[in-house]
Structures are given as C-alpha cells and as structure tokens.
C-alpha cells in the first residue's frame, strides 16, 4: 500500500545514503529490489547488534525491500540486472561515479534496455567533473562544507553533530528527486550530489555571506546568528533550549522570571537590541536559569505558550510521550522477536504505512526467474 504502490525500484546501494532514499521509497509503497554482489551489502557488517539473522544496523536502512544477488562486474549480472531493468520504473545507486559508469548503471547505458527507466546516482560530488573521484563520507562532507567550523564552542575545535546529516539529507534528496521523475513520466539521469546537497542546506547563512559578505561564527551554546535568546543553557541539573523570537514572548519570559528590567532597559528591551548586546542579554539569562532544574523551568515556562524543552538523550525521546503519541517506533515480527525501528515519518490519511522486516541476503533471487529470459 501506499502512493508508490505499483512502481519498482532497483537499489544498487551501500551503508547509508542510497540505502536510506531506497527505504523512503518502499515504506511509500514502492516495491524495492535492492542487487547487492555476493558478499552484500557492507552494512550487513557493521555495529555489535543483531537480533536473529539480522544486523540492526543494516535492518534500521533496509525494512520492506527485496534482495537479489548480481556480480555485475560479470556477464551473467549484467544480463540479470537487464531483466530486471525491463520491468522496473527507477534504478537507484550510490556508489563512486567510476562504479557508476563502468557497471552500466547510467540513464544511457541502460535506455536500449528501458527508455523509461528513471536512473538516480547519489554521489559525493556528481557524476562528472574535476571532484567526481574525490573521497566522499559524512564527515568529510561536513568538514568541507563548513558544517564543522560554524558548529561547536567558540574557543574549542569544530565539531561534527552527533548523527550521519549528511547521509540522511542526501538520501532524501535522492528520493524526491526520483519521485519528481516518477511523476514526471518519462526517463532519464538525475544527478544528486551529497556535497550539494548540504550547501542548499546552509540556505540563509550561505546567502548572508553571498550577497552582505557576513560569514557564520560559532556562536556559545550553539546560538542563533540572529536571534537572542535562541540557544542552550545549563540549568541547576540538566540544560534547557530557550527560543524568544516576538517582544511579545520576551515580555512573557521576562514577567515569568520576575525580571521587569528586561522589558525596558534599551539593551534587552528589543529583538533587535538584544541581538547587538547577546553577550550581556545571555549572561542575565545564564544567570537566572541556574536557579531551578530544567524540567522546573518547562513546567514553568511552556504553558505560557514560550517555546522551552529540556535536552534529552536518545533513549529518553524514543521512550517519552511524545514519540509514543505518534507511533513513531515500529515492531517489525522476526523469529519470535520484535525487531524495533523508528518509523517514516509521512502520514497519509488513505493508507498506512506497512513494515516488513529487512530482507536476507538472496532471499528473493527467485524474482530474476520471474523476469523475462529474453531480455
């Protein structure tokens, strides 16, 4: 079930980025046949977790797919990813453009086979071009884009934030892309690149530097740019985030604290002033918000409508109310198991979103059988 119901999609993905777009696209409905080589995907291997057969890293990027084994680097793969291409609506890829190219996994190489066939290439830096080759992770991405240096304390070094952005952004990407293809109706090559991918990201920081010649800084407590007070403070025990956008909200902040001074002294008074004087503004706020735990200062705070959240760990979100009000972890059956998942997070008020568990390696090779032998 789902919008994507009917249309098939090869994945020819590894780790992260492809994988991921490729698992968007199956809880949407789409049936997804992921070709890994004899030794399968490298995610299969990697992290200390497994529940049954299956790895729990691999199962977090790979639910509701099918698994076929291709050596395309020989003929025999080939003529079985043609089959395969015959009767598929997009093929999904992410490995180095060489890879890319030299197995035939182009909108060119494989039109004779299927006009029709929508080819999507995640890569590092693009297909083509003088950085096509070049090394692309995560973390690499990060560090060249200037995610690291704007993030992190401004006297410490830069910091990587805690999860794969890059990665994950990329593949969604890859996914909107090939949905726009789908809809669109007819063949071709799309090109997405993890690199630009995090540039379009950087949206209003990269257009202040582009057209005002203002480069982001690091700012303490991972500060807004523009906005005071917009960050994290430590409390007595634990840290809270604070976002006051509207004087209106600030007045409410400050009658709350019992600061009334904050609502008319020309250095706090304004969203504006309190931009030009972040050091003094926060300083007061630090000061204040020491006084009670974090969970004291919601309790406080968030009925009056101000925007205020303690900073929790993963385990507590997943385990809290919130993601328990939208469902948003899975058990997926396996071996007399539950094989637990965060959930898509895209909601249809027609169909619900099914979850099957990761496929074994192989496990639908009888799928080439059922394609046509003469292709």
Not at 140 to 162: N, Y
């Amino acid at each position: 079930m789902g919008p994507l119901s009917g249309k098939r999609i090869l994945e020819v993905g590894h780790m992260l980025a492809g994988p991921y777009s490729g698992m968007l696209l199956a809880d949407l409905g789409a049936e997804v046949i992921k070709i890994e080589g004899p030794d399968g995907d490298i995610a299969r291997q990697i992290g200390p977790h497994t529940l049954g057969e299956h790895n729990v890293y691999f199962a977090s990027l790979n639910r509701n797919k099918k698994s076929v084994v291709l050596d395309l680097k020989t003929d025999a793969g080939q003529r079985g990813l043609h089959r395969l291409v015959a009767e598929s609506d997009a093929l999904l890829t992410n490995l180095r453009p060489s890879a890319i190219k030299s197995l035939g996994l182009t909108y060119d190489a494989l039109k004779t086979v299927n006009p029709q066939i929508t080819c999507v290439a995640l890569t590092g830096y693009g297909l083509d071009g003088p950085f096509s080759e070049s090394p692309a992770y995560d973390y690499v991405i990060q560090a060249l884009t200037g995610v690291m240096m704007m993030t992190g304390d401004p006297d410490g070094s830069p910091v990587k934030p805690g999860f794969s952005t890059v990665d994950n952004s990329a593949g969604i990407m890859g996914a909107l892309a090939l949905t726009a293809k789908l809809v669109e109706g007819h063949g071709g090559q799309v090109d997405v690149s993890m690199h630009d991918t995090m540039l379009s990201q950087l949206n209003y920081l990269a257009s202040s530097y582009l057209n005002a010649g203002d480069a982001p800084a690091r700012v303490a407590g991972g500060g807004h740019p523009y906005i005071v007070p917009a960050q994290i403070f430590e409390a007595r025990r634990g840290h809270v985030v604070v976002f006051i956008t509207h004087d209106k909200f600030w007045k409410l902040f400050a009658d709350a604290l019992g600061e009334p001074r904050w609502t008319t002294d020309p250095h706090f008074a304004t969203m504006q002033a309190r931009s030009r004087h972040r050091d003094e503004v926060v300083a007061d706020i630090a000061r204040r918000l020491k006084e009670r735990d974090a969970e004291e200062w919601v309790e406080l705070l968030a009925p009056l409508g101000l925007v205020i959240a303690a900073v929790q760990s993963l385990p507590s979100a997943l385990d809290g109310a919130l993601v328990t009000s939208r469902g948003m972890v899975v058990d997926i059956p396996v071996e007399g198991a539950a094989l637990r998942l965060v959930g898509n997070p895209i909601r249809f008020d027609d169909a619900e979103t099914g979850y099957a568990p990761p496929p074994l390696l192989d496990q639908h090779a009888a799928l080439l059988k059922a394609t046509k032998e003469s292709v």
